[in-house]
């Protein structure tokens, strides 16, 4: 069974009765263990697909399954849960709470989930260790450097198990040592199983995954496997 | 997932969550709680000082006595006391009336009977020259009001029915007038008249207000050389036997008077009885309306301050767009980010209001501490709970009130529009 599989998806933005239609008819399924890139330039709708996608924003039309159930037949607080249960997120901006120190923020999504806090403590340090970072859990936010706060996001969308892992230009933001060490940290992820989606429109991000998808103006304009796939723990990461 | 789809996040999770958010901006919290602080700590010191004034003075009309009924000359209208003040020019109390009032055939129950004039009087020794309060008074007004007398003695019925020259005078009126010198024995000059300090009142005579600066002769004497020969009295006092004795005492009181002045329907009456309770009903009418007027304006402030708690929610909720849209996307639900943004509201209001309370009780304590001080008179210091029920209650109803709106903001925000908000 598809992990996610979305049919002639439509996404139509009102502002001032002017109307844009983002998403133009979207199909694609995606299975349980893949790395999807979804390219395209800026103002091509990937974005908004991704977002749809994680459950963050409603599509305008069309249909979207996810573990084979219809999405838009969830309530607002449902798709809080299902966001909190099955769903990781990774942002360009990185978007952690400045004043809370590491743990605080990895901590977050398992508060959400209602996990002791003994048991929580205990996880989110683990995963914090898992991205390197043992030596800064009590350090705020604010203090670590563009790529230790990515590193940060991403044990935080790790701490809950999700099924799935979306990520919007995650390594916009760094400079390509640290890229390098977010991206081969992506790849080790989806060795291990696990489902990831990562938006970009830079092509070297996009040659880490399996598979492309790329978007020109709210359609999918191709749809392919990577034929050469750059491993960055082997081939390292140009730029 | 269960089946309701809430999230489990716990509402102390949430709370540690709203704490977290204050204490990360401590001079803007303490700065938007400051507001209720000072509402309700206005609220608190005009209910307690009205309570203490209150206290203070019901205290001072229970040491009258209870079996104390006061006939006064005129008809005030209902409990109101402001139109007692027209009282003092009505003629109707005369010494007829209160040889019939002492009548056992007519009052069986009075005790005793002790009628009053008063005017104000210029008193000279020497050189020194004073204008006093003066009361002319039957001898009962030193056992009526429980009068000490710390020099001399008090004068006595055979001087009220000799129209005795003799005057029992306060303690600054004795300082006025003789300095370090004796009083007693010497000669005051009044109108003319000379008339020889018998007493001088102690200082802590708290039942009857202004004793100090008061002269106080028999009334036969006030009424013959001090007030010009007049025949009425301002006010008249009789005792019952027990309390239990007043209200039927004031009936015989009332039929008494009317057959003396041949009233017939009681609307006409041209007296007033009061017994204790009518005074101190009254005092308190005079006393809850006026700390609720105060109160009320107190209470203003206090709503000054919940627009200021609601006008810095509404800054943070808008600063905080990316924040609630992350929380959303980490699985906050709506509830979730209401709760915490209510509970944000509800400790800057409900702290404040804890604050101002402590605050306002320091405040009247300090107040009553200096009004005892400097008056001598010792004021009780009357924690009012309703004022801290009030300011408790009221600055959580603030919070509830101001906070629920810029929480629904917060909880309403899609996640997807806030994550893109810059």
Redesign the interface.
């Known amino acids: 069974m598809s992990l996610i599989e979305i049919k002639k998806l439509i996404k139509i933005y009102s502002d001032d009765g002017v109307d844009t239609r983002a998403l133009d008819g979207v199909s694609l399924t995606i299975n349980d263990g893949e790395f999807v890139a979804i390219t395209g330039a800026s103002g091509s709708g990937k974005s908004t697909l991704l977002q749809i996608l994680g459950c963050l924003d409603r599509s305008t039309d069309g249909s979207y399954t996810f573990e084979g159930k219809e999405v838009s037949s969830y309530s607002d607080a449902e798709l809080a849960r299902i966001r909190n249960e099955k769903l990781g997120f990774v942002f360009q901006s990185f978007n952690l709470l400045p004043r809370l120190s590491v743990l605080d923020n990895v901590v977050l999504p398992l508060v959400y989930a209602g996990v002791s806090k003994k048991e929580r403590v205990e996880r989110a340090e683990a995963m914090i260790d898992l991205v390197g970072l043992a030596d800064r859990r009590g350090y705020q936010a604010s203090q670590l450097s563009g790529g230790q706060k990515q590193r940060v996001a991403i044990a935080r969308a790790l701490v809950n198990n999700p099924k799935v892992i979306f990520a919007d230009e995650p390594t916009g933001n760094l400079d390509s040592k640290s890229g390098a060490v977010v991206l081969e940290f992506l790849q080790m992820l989806n060795d291990q199983g696990r489902t990831l989606v990562v938006v970009t429109h830079e092509l070297y991000v996009a040659e880490a995954a399996r598979r492309t998808v790329h978007i020109v103006d709210g359609r999918i304009d191709s749809d392919q496997p990577v034929a050469h796939r750059r491993i960055i723990a082997k081939d390292g990461f140009i730029k | 997932?269960?089946k309701?789809?809430?999230?489990?996040?716990?509402v102390s999770?949430v709370l540690g969550?709203a704490t977290?958010a204050l204490l990360?901006n401590k001079i803007r919290s303490a700065l938007t709680a400051l507001g209720i602080i000072i509402g309700v700590a206005a609220i608190i010191i005009v209910m307690s000082i009205g309570n203490a004034a209150q206290a203070l003075i019901l205290q001072e009309v229970q040491s009258f006595g209870a079996r104390n009924v006061f006939i006064s000359p005129g008809r005030i209208q209902g409990n109101n006391p402001m139109s007692a003040a027209g009282a003092v020019l009505n003629q109707s109390l005369k010494q007829n009336d209160i040889d019939q009032l002492e009548d056992p055939n007519n009052v069986p129950d009075a005790v005793l009977v002790n009628p009053s004039v008063e005017g104000s009087v210029s008193a000279t020794y020497g050189d020194q020259t004073v204008i006093e309060t003066l009361l002319g008074s039957g001898a009962h007004v030193f056992d009526i009001y429980n009068l000490t007398i710390a020099q001399g003695s008090a004068f006595t019925k055979t001087d009220v029915d000799s129209y005795a020259r003799a005057a029992v005078i306060g303690k600054n009126v004795a300082k006025d007038l003789f300095g370090a010198n004796d009083p007693i024995g010497k000669k005051i000059a009044m109108k003319g008249q000379k008339f020889s300090v018998v007493g001088v009142f102690s200082s802590s005579n708290a039942a009857m207000i202004g004793i100090d600066d008061m002269i106080v002769v028999p009334y036969t004497s006030a009424q013959e050389y001090l007030l010009g020969g007049i025949h009425y009295f301002n006010e008249v006092v009789v005792q019952a036997r027990t309390v239990e004795a007043v209200p039927g005492m004031v009936r015989d009181i009332q039929t008494t008077l009317r057959a003396d002045h041949n009233i017939t329907d009681p609307s006409k009456d041209d007296f007033t009885i009061q017994t204790q309770e009518d005074i101190m009903r009254s005092i308190d009418t005079v006393f809850v309306s006026l700390t609720a007027f105060l109160t009320l304006v107190a209470a203003i402030s206090l709503l000054v301050g919940g627009v200021g708690v609601m006008n810095i929610m509404l800054v943070s909720v808008t600063e905080r767009t990316?924040?609630i849209g992350?929380?959303?996307?980490?699985?906050?639900?709506?509830?979730?980010i209401l709760l915490q943004f209510l509970f944000e509201a509800l400790l800057l209001s409900i702290g404040g209001g804890i604050i101002g309370i402590v605050g306002g009780l320091g405040v009247t304590a300090l107040a009553v501490a200096v009004a005892t001080k400097a008056t001598g008179i010792v004021f009780p210091f009357v924690v009012s709970w309703m004022g801290i029920g009030l300011g408790v209650g009221v600055s959580a109803a603030i919070g509830l009130t101001f906070g629920v709106f810029p929480a629904r903001n917060a909880a309403q925000k899609?996640?997807?529009e806030a994550?893109r908000y810059e």
């Open positions: 997932m269960n309701s789809g809430q999230s489990h996040a716990s999770d969550m977290g990360g990316r924040e992350l929380r959303k996307a980490l699985g906050a639900t709506s509830g979730n899609s996640p997807v994550l």
